[in-house]
């Protein structure tokens, strides 16, 4: 069970991203005058923040259907 919430882990990380990537060539930010630490915690908090909209979007979607579930009996 642990190693499947790891593999889930990662793919949800690897897939933000790549959203990530496909955000900063729509609309790059100016990182100059950023040290490669600050540039690094940045880069972090944006694939976090990716990764929880995610998460969000999969829970709402498993309360509709539990919902719709819920209706049917």
Same mark, same amino acid.
Do not use: F, W
């Given at each position: 069970? &642990?190693?499947? =919430?790891?593999? %889930? *882990?990662? +793919?949800?990380? =690897? /897939? #933000?991203?790549?959203?990530?990537?496909?955000?900063?060539?729509?609309?790059?930010?100016? %990182? %100059?005058? &950023?040290?490669?630490? /600050? #540039?690094?915690?940045?880069?972090?908090?944006?694939?976090? /923040?990716?990764?929880? +909209?995610? *998460?969000? +979007? +999969? &829970? /709402?979607?498993?309360?509709?259907? #539990? %919902?719709?579930?819920?209706?049917?009996?």
């Amino acid at each position: 069970m &642990l190693a499947k =919430s790891m593999k %889930d *882990q990662k +793919e949800i990380r =690897s /897939q #933000a991203e790549e959203k990530l990537k496909l955000k900063k060539k729509r609309s790059p930010l100016c %990182d %100059d005058g &950023l040290s490669d630490a /600050q #540039a690094v915690l940045i880069h972090e908090l944006e694939v976090h /923040q990716i990764e929880l +909209e995610m *998460q969000r +979007e +999969e &829970l /709402q979607k498993a309360y509709e259907i #539990a %919902d719709e579930t819920s209706n049917k009996y």
